[in-house]
């Protein structure tokens, strides 16, 4: 079946480096755009990335950018967040997430498959 | 950046009640709107993308209105399995952005 499965979470501290991967199965992964959102304990969601689907283009926010280094491999069905410079704000549950198209009267994109997350903890 | 703005922040309704969450985007983004549900430890559910289209699978009883600005979430008839929190985002432009999430608690 259709599935997200996030990994490599764990405990760093400030300044170090994670790398979370994410392994997709059940639908053709070279055919979509994904994300990675996060959420920081007790708070709400933050997309942070996205890949396009042949990984030629990457977006991210200003609160990672610089920092933050998406890349995919779609011979693999997998999706990769390498985090440098790690600061206890990037505390949170990493979920990788597919974005899908909508087609009708225009095109819609909505996040319609999520892994179950990873989470990272960055403290001294 | 979108700022997306959601009301209440949190509710309390009974089972059966009919709850409404509002969504107001800080400019037009016509009909790009999705809603998420969210139980805890849990990843979000897609419930409406396009503000009104139904997710598949999605019970009836959850339904989306509104363009422009101002939209809206409604859920007719809440279950208890529908005590969560909700969130809308817009996907009008990149980056994408959630509002602060509506917590639907059992009165």
């Excluded at chain 2, 019970?59 to 409604?74: E, M, V």
Aim: aromatic share 12%.
């Amino acid at each position: 079946q259709v599935q997200l499965v996030a990994s490599g979470g764990g405990l760093i501290r400030p300044g170090g480096s994670l790398r979370v991967s994410c392994a997709v199965s059940g639908f053709t992964f070279s055919d979509y755009y994904m994300s990675w959102i996060r959420q920081a304990p007790g708070k709400g969601l933050e997309w942070i990335s996205y890949i396009s689907n042949t990984g030629n283009t990457t977006y991210y926010a200003d609160s990672v950018k610089g920092r933050f280094t998406f890349s995919r491999d779609n011979a693999k069905n997998s999706l990769h967040l390498q985090m440098n410079s790690l600061r206890a704000e990037d505390t949170a549950v990493y979920y990788c997430a597919r974005e899908i198209n909508y087609y009708g009267g225009g095109s819609y994109e909505a996040f319609d498959i999520w892994g179950q997350g990873t989470m990272v903890t960055v403290s001294s | 950046d979108i700022q997306m703005t959601q009301s209440p922040s949190s509710l309390s309704a009974s089972v059966g009640d009919r709850v409404t969450i509002t969504c107001r985007a800080s400019q037009s983004i016509s009909s790009y709107l999705n809603w998420y549900q969210q139980k805890p430890g849990k990843a979000p559910k897609l419930l409406i993308y396009a503000a009104s289209s139904l997710q598949s699978g999605v019970p009836s009883r959850f339904s989306g209105s509104g363009s422009g600005t101002d939209f809206t979430l409604t859920i007719s008839g809440l279950q208890r399995e529908d005590f969560a929190t909700y969130y809308c985002q817009q996907s009008y432009s990149t980056p994408r952005t959630f509002g602060q999430g509506t917590k639907v608690e059992i009165k």
